[in-house]
């Protein structure tokens, strides 16, 4: 699944070809996302300009003059520059022809992603304003962690991977940011002391940076912008290392199931 690292990736990969470019031609082959697109989305865009591309959480927010483009990839979702008379491939379900004669291809054989519209405020949007802060912004740190998990028996790595309390701290970042900070994943989250916290923050800002560095982590059928896969992977402490050696100490990697996700750890990094 293509996590926050991936998606700023894909940010990172398509922004100068995308924004100052007017759209050209819409071609929806297939509406069925996890949301329908909207019938009328060609009518909205041609001849709109993209003016910016930002992300918010693992939405890519393309800027324009009466609105903006939400655009999220899913589970399996990816968006590539291709030259506009490339033929389609199984999966392509949506183009936006720009001016320049490239244009933006979303494929995605699952069909949990999606592509929408709003005229207004896209910070308001349903999708987004419910959304906690960006693990790479000021705002979030070992404090704001803290606060959100005063009181709460919630396992820490479940409080990560809540959008409400941080956004875009997925699986597999949630539990490398653990093992860097040496807190197991199954703590009740208000004991932690706040020196833990702020580790942990730290921790969870330094893994995402690294990845988005490494283009994102390799996973199955994520490809990034130009098609290449990122490099992150070989990185990973834990993840995905069930009874490998530990990186650091060579204890067997631990795995096991925590809200029907898994879960990976050192019993002798981690405390
Ligand atoms: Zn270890």
Redesign the pocket.
Known sequence: MPELPEVETTRRGIESTVVERAIERVIVREPRLRWRVPGDLAETLVGQRVQALSRRAKYLLFAMRHGTLIVHLGMSGSLRILPATTPPLTHDHLDIVLDSGLCLRFNDPRRFGCVLWTDADAELHPLLRDLGPEPLSEQFNGAALARAARGRRIAIKQLLMNSSVVVGVGNIYASEAL?RAGIRPRRAAGRLKLAEFDALAKSIKQVLREAIRSGGTTLRDYVNADGMPGYFRQKLFVYERAGEP??????P?QHFVQGQRSTYF?????R
């Open positions: 093992f530990c990186r650091v100490c060579k204890t990697i050192c019993r002798s990094c981690q």
